[in-house]
Each structure stands twice: as structure tokens, then as C-alpha cells.
């Protein structure tokens, strides 16, 4: 009797003791981070509102422990050149490993941004970006555009909204003078770079080649053309603008032009 309950008594203990020894494991959800994107406001070039199928690079940068803001590098970003695309749902990672992610430490993240995306831009020190040597159509004006955002305001939580500025600047070129009335006019901007090379984290473009661009008639009627430049210096005594019509060619020489970003410049031209 004795040998029976003494049994009992040791296989609870044991049990008890069980019981104690398991412990949980508790996992981290990765947070997901998601963006507020906007075109420039500002009617200074010609993408003003961001279209369903479009699609941007972002990049996110842990700051130092200094706190000072970070600039993205060729590795060791949070993201790399993530690639996000505006859905009717709005914007939305192109694929899962799209997706852009808060530090598990919670330090907090500077963010940088550029359109449109491109899948070969490795290096955001060195982005290539370029504008189309035949603008002849509203199409063709758009797509030589470039803009950029920077959010270096030090996140950890929330909403990240990215403010896209334009990097290049619209040139409006508008002819005057009875010469041209009724005759079929080529507009042509030489001598300059059209293909440069865009520091991501800095904003600072640097010229890689250089060559001719033809604009957009926008107003036969009015004789508006139009074309996106990268800003630049146009020397004194370039061949800025080259105007072609009835077998004649007139060249209209820079005083010393400086093309901004971001900003809309226009020029009128007397034909004599």
C-alpha cells in the first residue's frame, strides 16, 4: 500500500517538472514599409503625374550613429534599388524581393529615389541616364525625363513619402518672323551632352557624351517646339539651336546659357 502511493507521488513530480522545462520562442515579423509617392507639382517639365505601369528604384540607407543622414552605396543598403511599380491599387513592389523592410535594429533610415527605373543601375553613385536624340512626339518628350526624390529626414516607423523633383530641365523654343509662315520647320538643340551620369545620393550630374537632339513641334500654328535638355553650361558661341526649312539652315548661337533642373526655359527666335 505504502509502495503504491509512493509510485503515484514520483510520476507527478516528474511531470510537473516537465512541464517547467519548455520554453517559447518568440520571432520578430519583418515590417514591411510603405511609400506615399508624388510627382512634382511644379509645371517646370513634362511628367507631372505618375501613370499605372510606371515604375521607380528605391534605395533605403541606415544612418550612422552619429545620426548624420546616409547616402546610398554600391552594397550594404537596407534596399537596393528595389523596384516598385504604380498599380491601379496604387504603388506596390514589383515581387517580393521588391519589398522594402525597416532595420530589425530600428535604426533609422534615409531613402532615395529615382524614375524611371532602371534593373542595370548597380552603382547609385553612377546612375546613366539619358535623354532621346528624336523627341518628335509628346511621347518621346516624356519619356526622356528623369526625376528624383530624397527623404533624409531619419525614419523608423510610418508612412515614407517620396516628393520626385525633376532632374532635367524643358526647353520651349518659339519662332517669329514671316520667313517661316506656311513652311515645314526642323528645331534642333546641339553641341550638348544628352547622356549623363547621375550621383543618386548627391543629385549631381556629370557629363558622359555628347550630341544633338531634335524637338517637338507642340503648336505648328504658333511655331512652339519643345524638348527635356540635362541641365548644363552652353558656352558662348555654341551652335545652340539649328533651324531647317526650305533647304535653308540657320544657326543661332548661345550668349552663354546655363540650363537649370527642374525649371521650364524658353526661347524665341526671329527668323530673318
Not at 507527478?12 to 514599409?33: K, L, M, N, Q
Request: glycine share 6%; aromatic share 8%.
Amino acid at each position: 500500500m505504502n509502495v503504491r502511493w509512493l509510485i503515484v507521488l514520483c510520476l507527478s513530480v516528474v511531470g510537473a517538472a516537465c512541464v517547467h522545462t519548455i520554453d517559447a520562442e518568440v520571432e520578430s515579423t519583418p515590417r514591411e514599409i510603405h511609400f506615399k509617392v508624388q510627382a512634382s507639382a511644379l509645371a517646370r517639365s513634362s511628367k507631372e503625374v505618375f501613370a499605372v505601369g510606371d515604375s521607380i528604384g528605391i534605395y533605403a540607407v541606415k544612418r550612422t550613429e552619429g545620426g548624420i543622414s546616409a547616402i546610398p552605396a554600391q552594397t550594404g543598403n537596407q534596399a537596393h534599388n528595389a523596384k516598385w511599380v504604380k498599380t491601379e491599387d496604387g504603388w506596390q513592389p514589383a515581387s517580393p524581393i521588391d519589398k522594402v523592410l525597416w532595420s530589425q535594429d530600428n535604426a533609422p533610415l534615409d531613402f532615395y529615389a529615382y524614375y524611371p527605373y532602371q534593373r542595370e543601375a548597380f552603382d547609385p553613385a553612377a546612375i546613366n541616364v539619358r535623354v532621346h536624340s528624336k523627341q518628335n512626339s509628346e511621347v518621346a518628350v516624356e519619356e526622356s525625363d528623369v526625376l528624383r526624390a530624397a527623404n533624409t529626414r531619419g525614419l523608423s516607423e510610418g508612412d515614407v513619402e517620396l516628393q520626385f523633383e525633376h532632374v532635367f530641365s524643358l526647353v520651349e523654343v518659339k519662332l517669329v518672323g514671316d520667313r517661316i509662315v506656311g513652311s515645314p520647320v526642323k528645331v534642333t538643340a546641339s553641341e550638348i551632352a544628352t547622356n549623363m551620369q547621375l550621383n543618386l545620393g548627391t543629385g549631381e550630374l556629370f557629363p558622359l557624351t555628347m550630341g544633338s537632339v531634335a524637338l517637338y513641334c507642340a503648336d505648328s500654328e504658333q511655331m512652339l517646339y519643345k524638348a527635356i535638355l540635362p541641365p548644363q553650361q552652353v558656352e558662348e558661341g555654341c551652335a545652340f539651336l539649328q533651324c531647317e526649312f526650305d533647304g535653308v539652315t540657320c544657326i543661332y548661337r548661345s550668349p552663354g546659357i546655363k540650363l537649370e533642373p527642374a525649371c521650364l526655359q524658353e526661347f524665341e527666335i526671329e527668323v530673318k
